[in-house]
């Protein structure tokens, strides 16, 4: 995770994704493609992560 929050070492919290891709999200991908997990960076506007991301 890069973050500019601080985040806690005691907080274990897990998230679990059920790997099912959104239909909002299918309908923009006209040909799907495998990449490594490794290549992927997800960037969260960290005013708008206590909204949508918790």
């Known amino acids: 995770i890069n973050t500019e929050e601080h985040v806690d070492a005691s907080d274990k919290e897990v998230i679990v994704w ?10 923009e991908i006209a040909a799907p493609k495998e990449v490594p997990a490794e290549s ?3 960037w969260i506007d960290p005013l708008d992560a206590t909204q949508e991301y918790t």
């Open 18 to 27: 059920n790997r099912k891709i959104p239909e909002d999200i299918l309908k």
């Open 40 to 42: 992927v960076t997800v």
